[in-house]
């Protein structure tokens, strides 16, 4: 069983930080690209940013030289630093990763979500 644990969310004003993680835990042969997305009210499920297990780095426009992600695996851990934050990057954010549990299982994993609210 794998599961990943989100952390660090919550309610800060306008042009304020916060810094998530999820860490994720059990039968883990290897990561491949990890994630996170976030989904407001009413909307769609979207991607903030990745990261391959390479270091490689992909960002959706709206949060570009805002957000960054980063991950440490030996902590099995990947991180989404975020500065800057405006209302409209209220939403649940959720974490996902491409794991492998054996070199032939291979599979997407979700963590639960957590709200980041962002509001003076």
């Known amino acids: 069983q794998v599961q990943l644990v989100e952390s660090g969310g919550g309610l800060v004003h306008p042009g304020g930080s916060l810094r998530l993680s999820c860490a994720a835990s059990?039968?883990?042969?290897?990561?491949?690209?990890m994630g996170w997305y976030r989904q407001a009210p009413g909307k769609q499920r979207e991607l903030v940013a990745t990261?391959?297990?390479?270091?490689?780095?992909n960002y959706a426009d709206s949060v570009k030289g805002r957000f960054t992600i980063s991950r440490d695996n030996a902590k099995n851990t990947v991180y989404l630093q975020m500065i800057s934050l405006k209302p409209e990057d209220t939403a649940v954010y959720y974490c996902?990763?491409?794991?492998?549990?054996?070199?032939?299982?291979?599979?997407?994993?979700w963590g639960q979500g957590i709200q980041v609210t962002v509001s003076s």
């Open positions: 996902n990763a491409d794991i492998r549990r054996s070199p032939t299982d291979r599979r997407d994993y």
């Open positions: 059990g039968s883990i042969f290897s990561f491949n690209t």
């Open positions: 990261i391959t297990s390479g270091g490689s780095t």
